[in-house]
């Protein structure tokens, strides 16, 4: 078991365990210069993230307005900016948590995107929706949503000559938990190889309320099931999956989900085929 454990952490890049405060503080800093560094070779000074009330886009948000604030201070020029964007599907049950996360960010601009409209328009053009079965329109059209999230978060960068930030971490990678060409694409992706309870203690370090860092994860996509929590759709707990990632024991019955998650997920984490 722990040879595969390895094999995958390997693959998916998993960083070992904060050891103390010292070594967490030396990967902010590590992910801070490299979201600085995606900048300055891109020729860019604008960074956009949409904000969903979680603590994956709260963390990357947190390390983004941090790089955008240390460039301006080093360079003394304004134009180095994070723009958060809220991407509700006409109103979010839990919008409350997401305009929280936006207080504690601060960040230096806030755009609005209502995606519904243009969600329901393109589903009531799909012909082959028609007559489906109710669970597999919604499970379709929530992908649309998160495709749709990603199409008004390139917009708004083309527009302003910023780059994408992405929320993917191992912990999702490991699982697929993420939809393809949708929260899955982005141009830089500085949460990249942390487990889940590490993107919390990294929220942590910046004092962010725990409220917000222990909130129960959910993509929340589904009409049917909204809010449904990421474990319930996993099988498997963020605190099992974070185990199996850093080479701990974990029940068999969590190992094989996780394995044969990951195994099926493969496509998702790979450049499209080609001959």
Request: net charge negative; with cysteine; hydrophobic share 45%.
């Amino acid at each position: 078991m722990q040879a595969v454990q390895r094999e995958i952490a390997q693959q998916l890049k998993v960083q070992p365990p904060f050891a103390d405060r010292a070594a967490l503080d030396a990967e902010v800093a590590r992910r801070v210069a490299f979201i600085q560094q995606c900048l300055k070779n891109a020729g860019l000074k604008v960074l956009v993230l949409g904000i969903s009330g979680g603590v994956d886009s709260l963390t990357a948000a947190l390390l983004a307005q941090r790089a955008v604030n240390e460039l301006r201070e080093q360079t003394g020029d304004p134009a180095y900016r994070f723009i958060a964007v809220r991407l509700p599907y006409h109103v979010q049950h839990d919008e409350h948590d997401a305009q929280a996360c936006l207080d504690f960010i601060k960040p230096d601009e806030l755009h609005t995107v209502d995606i519904a409209p243009a969600v329901r328009a393109l589903a009531a053009e799909v012909k082959a929706l028609e007559g489906g079965k109710p669970a597999m329109v919604d499970f379709v059209v929530g992908n649309t949503k998160a495709r749709m999230r990603m199409v008004a978060q390139y917009t708004i960068a083309g527009a302003r000559g910023g780059l994408v930030i992405g929320t993917d971490h191992a912990a999702e990678a490991v699982m697929g938990f993420f939809t393809k060409f949708g929260d899955g694409s982005c141009d830089l992706a500085p949460l990249s190889g942390l487990v889940k309870n590490q993107v919390r203690s990294i929220a942590r370090s910046f004092g962010a309320p725990e409220s917000l860092v222990e909130k129960v994860p959910t993509a929340d996509l589904e009409d049917l099931e909204p809010g449904k929590p990421d474990e319930a759709a996993h099988g498997v707990t963020y605190a099992q999956i974070d185990a199996f990632l850093h080479g701990e024991p974990v029940s068999e019955e969590a190992f094989e989900i996780i394995k044969r998650t990951y195994e099926k997920t493969q496509h998702k984490r790979e450049m499209p085929f080609a001959p």
